[in-house]
């Protein structure tokens, strides 16, 4: 990778001020005293670190299990204070923070929640795992079931005059359907209703612990939701309604303490001199430093893509490859996790991640763990590794493939644009967006995608060492609950983060103790700028333009960023791996 020169350094250096540094080797400190440990939970938590570089840092999942981890294993932390949001969308994720805090528990030690307001999953969390919730006399309690939002947008293409061309292969595999139906396909209802029936049990089972396993009364609450705090308290579905610093006085005479530490959420941080910034932006930089046998922790996050580099914080193939190259070669690294969180993406790009995690699977143990998802191209990747570990409540699957492209020959005409193609090939116009594609075009295109969704086949098949035809009974592109993967065998077994790192740890002889590195780490607005201008702009616009969706109050409130992702990689390819629809579960 290229390097900034010190004078470039200097300049950005002058634009920004003050920096710090993120130090993932200096954890939180050892609490001394008895205390209660307070944790903020306050928002959806990423798996890996966000590439936002114009967001305030946010706590990952790994950072929360970890203060959750070391509060366990601490005799002073006498309870846990957990403050809770909504926590939108991470239905499988949460699995992990419930598991964590079970552990926790074995000891009897007292956990108690507060909440302002909270949705669905949130009060899952809670409800599972909490001995006393509270909330705020204003809060709200947004209680009243899951809910799955699609989008289907012909009408409107036609409207602006954009046709879209597009080929499925498997019967589940509607990716496309946003754009050339208005109407929902009986296979996406099917699924759909399938993946929204099992996290309505999930939920009804963890209110039902507030209904002392009455199931009918707990269907009744949800039903009844949302709920102001009074109504809340009336309906047993909090202990206690008032302020924070009520709430914070119960768990400390339960806990039998004086004190509330107020754990940091992030890794610590420390002030970056200019000496070493230089160092950092010039490429310059000490001898490392002889590391301890670890296990090596990497997150596939986000939308697939073929590429050499990323700043976005999405999964790119040439910087997967070389990890796993590195990782493969590195002795004191005895096994890896990979943490997929994904959709899916780029055909070309999952293939090549997934013959490069076979490659290490080959000699060192390769668990993955799903989060909220491992679809399609994400579970492509899965497959490469000897177990996969999921929630009941993860999405897995949709093995398929969709291809095609966006024909604007209809906008060009009304707008009086002409366009005129020159060609040598008979088919080397057939990607253009200034025309449909004709017979021979489609019929060469239905043979690329039919080729692709074998491999895929084969691919799953060898990973996990099904028979064929096992893999096809699951397949058709079909998205699925973790525990329905289960039972079609591309699971191995029910489990979050936790036991995938106790997985590797036993696989590879380690002991508990032994550390764990994360891949890849953080990117701020410095990496994003030197990514700028050291030739990687690509990677720069794309987070500039993801942090641009995320800031607009109508695209943020929309599914619009996979939409995005999805079409750049048509665009590009043609042909995509990713989940049969584009929706919003609340």
């Known amino acids: 990778m290229k390097h900034l020169s010190r004078a470039a350094a200097l300049s950005i250096l002058a634009m920004f001020g003050s920096l710090t540094v993120v130090s993932c080797e200096d954890g939180e400190k050892a609490v001394d005293r008895p205390v209660v440990s307070e944790l903020r939970i306050l928002q959806a938590f990423p798996d890996g670190a966000e590439h936002d570089p114009f967001a305030r840092p946010q706590p990952t999942l790994h950072d929360i299990l970890t203060r959750v981890w070391e509060a366990t294993d601490n005799e002073n932390v006498k309870g846990l204070f957990l403050r809770v949001g909504p926590l939108e969308g991470a239905w499988g994720s949460v699995g992990d923070l419930a598991e964590a805090l079970g552990k926790f528990r074995t000891d009897e030690r007292p956990v108690h929640c507060h909440f302002e307001s909270v949705d669905n999953v949130g009060y899952l969390l809670l409800a599972s795992t909490c001995d006393r919730v509270t909330m705020s006399p204003a809060g709200m309690l947004n209680l009243i079931g899951p809910a799955a939002v699609m989008i289907y947008a012909r009408s409107f293409l036609e409207k602006v005059g954009i046709e879209a061309e597009i080929l499925h292969m498997g019967r589940y595999k509607g990716a496309g359907d946003m754009f050339i139906r208005d109407d929902m396909p009986k296979e996406t209802k099917e699924s759909m209703d399938a993946i929204l029936d099992d996290l309505y049990g999930a939920l009804v089972a963890a209110t039902s612990a507030r209904t002392q396993g009455d199931t009918n009364k707990a269907k009744s609450l949800i039903d009844g939701g949302p709920y102001t705090s009074s109504a809340a308290l009336a309906a047993g579905l909090v202990d206690a309604v008032g302020f924070l610093r009520d709430s914070r006085e119960e768990i400390k005479k339960v806990a039998g303490v004086e004190d509330i530490s107020r754990t ?63 990782l493969q070669q590195d002795d004191d690294v005895k096994a890896v996790v990979l943490r997929i969180n994904s959709p899916g993406g780029s055909a070309l790009a999952s293939d090549r991640m997934w013959a490069a995690a076979r490659d290490l699977a080959e000699v060192k143990p390769l668990i993955a763990s799903v989060g909220d998802m491992a679809a399609s191209g994400g579970y492509y990747i899965a497959s490469a590794a000897d177990e996969i570990l999921a929630h009941p409540n993860s999405l897995v699957g949709s093995i398929g493939v969709v291809g095609g492209k966006l024909n604007i020959a209809p906008l060009t005409e009304k707008l009086g644009v002409s366009t005129i193609v020159l060609q040598r090939g008979a088919r080397a116009a057939w990607s253009t967006p200034v025309r449909g594609l004709n017979g021979t075009e489609r019929q060469a295109f239905e043979m690329l995608l039919r080729d692709t969704y074998e491999r895929f086949i084969d691919r799953v098949a060898t990973g996990r060492e099904m028979e064929r035809d096992a893999v096809l009974a699951a397949a058709e592109g079909r998205v699925m609950t973790g525990q329905d993967g289960k039972a079609l065998g591309l699971i191995d077994q029910m489990g979050g983060l936790s036991e995938a790192l106790e997985q590797a740890r036993a696989a590879a002889g380690l002991g508990p103790e032994s550390a764990v590195e994360l891949w890849p780490s953080t990117k701020g607005v410095i990496d994003t700028i030197n990514d700028l201008l050291s030739g990687n702009g690509e990677d720069g616009a794309r987070t500039l333009e993801r942090a641009l969706i995320r800031r607009h109050p109508v695209a943020a409130s929309l599914p619009l960023e996979p939409w995005a992702a999805t079409l750049r990689t048509l665009a590009a390819e043609g042909v995509v791996l990713v989940p049969p629809y584009l929706f919003s579960l609340r």
């Not at 930089?285 to 002889?290: F, G, I, L, M």
Request: hydrophobic fraction near 35%.
């Open 264 to 326: 940091r959420m992030l890794p610590k941080q420390e002030p970056l001199t200019l000496g070493q910034f230089l160092d950092l932006l010039s490429g310059d930089s000490d001898e490392p430093k002889a590391r301890d046998e670890r296990i090596a922790l990497v997150f596939v996050t986000g939308n697939i893509s073929e590429g050499e580099s990323s700043s976005t914080g999405d999964a790119v193939s040439g910087p997967f490859v070389r990890a796993m190259e590195r």
